[in-house]
């Protein structure tokens, strides 16, 4: 618990150094005025957590989008403005009170579910599943169907949510991918997205998840802290996220941003 504080004290000092150094730059008013799509990765949404979500959302009405859109824009073309659209992953119960939320709001996002998890009612299968202890449960398929109805996304995050590049073989990380979509449109009726497990390059291989995905007509997505740097979804085949941590998600924004739009300059 200690050891835990002390990185995330230490994360956070080197991000307000980096914001500084960004801010006083002129990166940071430059990336976020410029045009794309910022795709970010949210895990639970428990109240306090929410609400720091809700105040970033509501002070950025200008550039919060819906994800659909936030997706059509960078598949199909440059987005001609930013847009930050929203994404959640693993299913837990909690961000049903966020999908409430940012619905009121005329705001639709995706929520990347592993299909495995959904359901399950005791606290000790969720953290069995998950390989560690959890703060909160899951979801059920009643609030999968609610999701939909709201107008958000629910997409694919894998059968087991293990690392595809960790499976037994090529054919065991297929199926974590094609079952799980099939699973999705059996119950829901609709699953168009996919994000590999721990979302890092060296979690799954990638080309061949872009390859899968393509195969059952869905979209593939990666999702990492801050380290997004290639320019287009169209030269890697899949979209790119960025996971933030709400406590201090403006922050987050502001330096995941100026990173990735200096390194584009390159």
């Given amino acids: 618990m200690i050891k835990t504080t002390i990185r995330q004290a230490a994360r956070r000092v080197a991000l307000l150094g980096m914001e500084s150094v960004y801010r006083l730059s002129g990166a940071t008013r430059r990336a976020t005025a410029a045009p794309g799509a910022t795709l970010l990765l949210i895990h639970n949404t428990p109240p306090g957590a929410l609400d720091r979500l809700l105040k970033f959302v509501d002070s950025k009405p200008d550039k919060i989008t819906d994800f659909t859109t936030a997706v059509r824009s960078s598949v199909e073309q440059a987005p001609a403005r930013r847009m930050i659209a929203l994404t959640f992953d693993d299913g837990f119960r909690s961000n049903m009170a966020a999908a409430e939320e940012l619905s009121r709001r005329g705001v639709s996002a995706c929520f990347y579910v592993p299909t495995g998890v959904i359901g399950l009612t005791q606290q000790g299968e969720v953290d069995s599943f998950f390989g560690r202890r959890q703060a909160e449960g899951v979801m059920t398929w009643d609030d999968l169907e609610h999701l939909v109805s709201l107008g958000h996304v629910v997409g694919s995050h894998g059968v087991h949510h293990r690392p595809l590049a960790d499976a037994a073989s090529q054919t065991d990380a297929e199926a974590e991918v ?71 998600i403006g922050t987050d924004f502001r330096v995941f941003s100026a990173h990735r739009y200096l390194a584009e300059q390159r």
């Fill in 178 to 248: 094609k079952l799980s979509v099939q699973t999705l449109r059996e119950r829901l009726g609709t699953c168009e997205h996919f994000a590999w497990p721990f979302g890092g390059l060296r979690h799954a291989p990638t080309s061949e998840v872009v390859r899968w995905c393509s195969e059952v007509g869905v979209v593939a997505a990666s999702g990492v802290r801050g380290r997004n740097t290639d320019r287009t979804f169209n030269q890697t085949g899949y979209l790119l996220r960025d996971a933030v941590d709400l406590r201090w």
